[in-house]
Structure formats: C-alpha cells, structure tokens
C-alpha cells in the first residue's frame, strides 16, 4: 500500500514536471512567433519601400531626359529663328540701300550705272572690289564710285562685264577734299582703314572734331559736295610745319554691297 502511494506520488510529480515545461515553451514559444512575424513584416516593408524609390528615380530620369529633349528642340528651333530674323535684317538692309542708291540716280544730274559688289580678294581687301558693270555698261577707267552716304573710290580697270575699283582706304587712292565750315581743301589719303588723312594742312587752321568733310568736285570726275566722311582728330605732323587731320570716312569700305558708278563727264 505505500509503494502504491509512493508510485502515485512519483507520477504526480512527473505529470506537474511535464505541464510546467509545456507552459515555459509556450511563454517562450508565443513571444517567439511575434518577433518572427513582425521581422517579416519589416523585410517585406523595406523591399516595398526601395520598389516605389526605384520607380521613383526611374520616373524622375525619364521627366529629365524629355525635358532635356524639349530644350534642345526649343534652342535648335530659336538658333535657326535667330538665323532667319538675321536674314531678314539683312535683306531689309540692303532693300533699304538699294532705293537710296536709285533715289540717288534719279537725282544725279549725271550719268551713272548702278552696280554691285561681287568679289574681293583677301589680299588686297582694304585696297580694291569687283563690281558687276563693266565697259559693256559703258563703265571706263578713271570712273568714280559712289554709295548713299559717301565716297568709296575710283574704277582703276575696266573689262566687258566686270570693274575693279581702287578704295578710299588704299593709300594709292588720292581724293581733293574740302571742309565746307572753314572753305579749307586738301587732299585725303588712305590708311588701310576706316580713318584717312587730309596731309599738310596749314598751321592755325581752326579745324574742328565733327567738322564735315566733303568732295572737290573739279576734273568732272566725283561729284560736287558728295559726303566723304567727318573729322577725328587734328594734330601736328613729325616736324611741327603743318597739321594733319584724321578723317572717318561716311561710308564703311568693309561692308560694301550697292554702289553707283559714274563715268567721267565730257570737257
């Protein structure tokens, strides 16, 4: 009978050994799982983040590169724009030119040829250019040429279709002048520039900057009072005996397109 006591007590103990390591599995085993589900959760909510930041980076590349696209259609359609108002600028200009000069010819009391600039040559590119009229337009060596706003020079060759005239600013071209404010002559020499010299000017002649410079119009050649250019500076020569006068010539010898010839008038 205590042996039967003693094996009840024994299994008795056993069975509350059993239940007590059921409930610390189960208190450890419960806390356990909601870890492992909320780590899921976390791995789960940081892929979905870095998916919707990888789309994103995606979207914006590609807003970028169609913006970019659309800048670089807009800048090539304003260059070529550019390019056509230029055109038009141009175009304009030498519309406008081209009824001053033939207003000019209407005016003349002399024979003249409208002409147009055709070529120059690099190398002598302040000295001389080809115009389109030549001896078939009754063009002849010794013609002056002429623009709305000044002197250009002087036909120096003349073949059937085709002159070259010799230009203000080529040191080789001499043209009598006269400063109408003072009656003050002399003779302009070219300087391979838009500046030219009146040369030996009298010492003490009252000459102003801005004074008008205009042409002799002796030897039936240029034309009387035509414009030459305006007065820059006066200053003394090397030796101090007389003046020289620097002249800004009317018309600009480097951007030459109509002209006016006129051939030289009968005696």
């Known amino acids: 009978m205590a042996r039967n006591e003693s094996d009840i007590e024994a299994q008795s103990q056993s069975i509350a050994e059993y239940v007590f390591l059921v409930m610390v599995v189960l208190m450890v085993a419960v806390p356990a799982s909601g870890f492992v589900l909320s780590a899921q959760t976390g791995i789960a909510g940081l892929f979905a983040k870095g998916a919707y930041q990888l789309?994103?980076?995606?979207?914006?590349a590609q807003r970028v590169i169609?913006?970019?696209?659309?800048?670089h259609t807009l800048e090539r359609k304003l260059a070529q724009d550019e390019i056509e108002l230029a055109r038009l600028k141009q175009q304009s200009r030498d519309t406008n030119r081209l009824r001053a000069l033939l207003d000019l010819k209407q005016k003349s009391e002399r024979t003249s040829v409208a002409a147009e600039v055709v070529a120059r040559n690099p190398d002598n590119w302040y000295k001389q250019v080809i115009l389109d009229k030549g001896t078939a337009e009754k063009v002849v060596r010794g013609s002056a040429v002429i623009s709305v706003t000044g002197v250009v020079g002087q036909v120096v060759s003349a073949s059937e279709h085709a002159s070259v005239v010799r230009l203000l600013t080529d040191p080789e071209q001499k043209l009598g002048v006269l400063i109408p404010r003072l009656?003050?002559?002399?003779?302009?020499?070219?300087n391979y520039e838009q500046v030219a010299h009146i040369e030996n000017v009298a010492v003490g002649t009252n000459v102003d900057i801005n004074d008008k410079v205009v042409c002799v119009g002796k030897a039936g050649i240029f034309p009387d009072n035509h414009p030459v250019g305006t007065v820059l500076a006066v200053r003394r020569d090397a030796n101090g005996a007389s003046m020289q006068i620097d002249v800004k010539l009317s018309d600009n010898c480097y951007d030459l397109s109509q002209v006016l010839i006129l051939p030289p008038q009968s005696n």
Not at 66 to 71: C, E, F, K, L
């Open 55 to 60: 789309q994103s980076t995606r979207d914006l």
């Open 183 to 190: 009656g003050v002559t002399g003779v302009l020499v070219g």
């Open 66 to 71: 169609d913006s970019s696209t659309r800048i």
